[in-house]
């Protein structure tokens, strides 16, 4: 039997499971297919391909420039990295709010041309109508409440939501909706840790936090964030596992100055005319 064929991909029933087993799920972003293959790798149960790419990876202020041939692009990318981990997209920005019609459309794209195995929408109540038709045709959808970063200039600016009773009211409204619409699952998104509580303790289908405390069912980060690699300040949520753009800085410096002092490419690097191909194998380290 092939390694392929012994790994069992993450299904949706399996986050259901664990929410009853009362195991945490484990999402983390990816945008790429060198990231996705480690990410996949590393046992994550879910990787989400986030419109945050726009700000990550495309150097935007905010998700809002994010097409949907950028989410396919990056989507198909990812796809390709993974075997094992469940693999969702986020809808862009008005790709969804416009109708069911649009939604199915482009809902439709990210499943068929890019291999995503579920969408993630913004929003509550209001969009309850596009989750029903997706879910009725076939397509898994993730919920996302609270700082939902689509909406930043009605929010005016990253900020915590739910702090007061009407606002936290609205956000448990919305999460049930979403459930009876047929979600499966719900990013709470920078709530308070106590909201975040009440929510997963009413819903039946799992919450996925990031900067909303302990108490949900599993949690997100950007990988960028918790890799270190972007130099941009962080949200106070985010715990950074690694330097890693400390250390691709210093490779990149370090490469530069052997070219400049002629130490790279060393002899025993460069191709002679008897080499008919190019052998590419395991970097050497000298
Ligand atoms: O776009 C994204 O990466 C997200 C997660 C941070 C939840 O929506």
Redesign the pocket.
Known sequence: MTREAQIRRISTTDFRKKKSAQEKIVFV?AYDFPTALLVDESGVDAI?V????GMVVLGYET?IPVTIEDMINHTRAVSRGVKRAFVAA?MPFLTYQSGTSDALKNAGRLMQEAGAMAV?LEGGIEICPQVQALVTAGIPVIG?LGLT?QSIHVFGGYKMQGRDDASARKIVADAMALESAGAFLV?L?CIPAELAAEITSQLTIPTIG?GAGPHCDGQ???LYDLLGITGNVQPSFVKQYAQIGQEIRAAVKEYASEVREGKFPAVSRSASSDDSVLSYSSPKKA
Do not use: A
Request: no cysteine; proline share 6%; aromatic share 0%.
């Open positions: 972003t989400l986030g419109d945050s790419l998700t986020d993630k996302h970063p990013v998104e990031i997100i980060l950007v």
